[in-house]
C-alpha cells in the first residue's frame, strides 16, 4: 500500500516529536519515500539527523535553505506529496493550519499540496479539550482534513489524560486507510 507512495512528514515541536523516528522508519521499511520537514521547535526535541539516518533523505528544517534540493522546495514537495503528515501536530501548528498562517515550511507546504493531509495531535489534555483547540480541529476537519484523535494515557506532565499520539501502527493503519 505504501511502496512507492511519498509521504511529507511533518513533525511539530512537542515531546512526542521523538516518536516521529518509528513513524518514518516504519513508512520508509514500507517503501515509502519519506520527505521529513521539521519545524524550528521540532529541532528542539529530535535531530534532523536522526530523520536523515531513518530514510536516506534530507530533512527541511528552515523555511530557506540554501542548499535545497528543489528551487521551490515547498511547491515541489507539495506536489510530490501522495499525503501530508504532522504527527505530532501541536496545538500552535492546528492553530496556525486553522487560520491559514504559512510562517514556515510545514505550513507553506499544507497550503500547496491538493494531497490528503492527515493530523495526529499531541499535547497536554486541557490544551487538546480547550474549546479553541476543537473549534480548530473542527474547521480542519470539514475542510477535508484527516485527524487521528490523540490516545489516553500518561503525558509528558506525569497526569494521565486524552492528548498523546497514537502508536505508530495506528498511524500507519490511517495512511494506508487515506491512500486507498
Given amino acids: 500500500m505504501l511502496k512507492n507512495k511519498t509521504i511529507v512528514l511533518g513533525i511539530t515541536g512537542g515531546i512526542a516529536a521523538y516518536k516521529?523516528?518509528?513513524?518514518?522508519?516504519?513508512?520508509t521499511q514500507a517503501g515509502a519515500t519519506v520527505e521529513t520537514v521539521m519545524t524550528?521547535?521540532?529541532?528542539?526535541?529530535?535531530?534532523?539527523?536522526?530523520?536523515?539516518?531513518?530514510?536516506?533523505?534530507?530533512?527541511?528544517?528552515?523555511?530557506?535553505?540554501?542548499?535545497?534540493?528543489?528551487?521551490?522546495?515547498?511547491i515541489a514537495l507539495a506536489e510530490a506529496a501522495d499525503a501530508v503528515v504532522i504527527a505530532p501536530a501541536t496545538a500552535n501548528t492546528i492553530a496556525k493550519l486553522a487560520a491559514g498562517i504559512a510562517d514556515n515550511m510545514l505550513g507553506c507546504i499544507v497550503l500547496a499540496t491538493e494531497s490528503p493531509v492527515i493530523l495526529a495531535?499531541?499535547?497536554?489534555?486541557?490544551?487538546?479539550?480547550?474549546?479553541i483547540t476543537q473549534e480548530?480541529?473542527?474547521?480542519?476537519?470539514?475542510?477535508?482534513?484527516?485527524?487521528?484523535?490523540?490516545?489516553?494515557?500518561?503525558?509528558?506532565?506525569?497526569?494521565?489524560?486524552?492528548?498523546?499520539?497514537?502508536?505508530?501502527?495506528?498511524?500507519?493503519?490511517?495512511i494506508e486507510k487515506v491512500l486507498s
Avoid: C
Fill in 136 to 174: 480548530n480541529l473542527a474547521k480542519l476537519k470539514a475542510r477535508g482534513f484527516t485527524i487521528i484523535e490523540p490516545e489516553y494515557g500518561r503525558l509528558a506532565s506525569g497526569k494521565m489524560g486524552q492528548g498523546r499520539l497514537p502508536d505508530t501502527p495506528r498511524i500507519i493503519e490511517v
Fill in 20 to 27: 516521529a523516528a518509528d513513524i518514518a522508519s516504519k513508512l
Fill in 40 to 74: 524550528e521547535a521540532a529541532t528542539r526535541f529530535i535531530t534532523a539527523l536522526t530523520l536523515r539516518n531513518v530514510t536516506g533523505r534530507p530533512v527541511v528544517t528552515e523555511m530557506w535553505e540554501p542548499a535545497s534540493e528543489y528551487q521551490e522546495e515547498h
Fill in 121 to 131: 495531535p499531541a499535547m497536554n489534555d486541557v490544551m487538546y479539550k480547550n474549546s
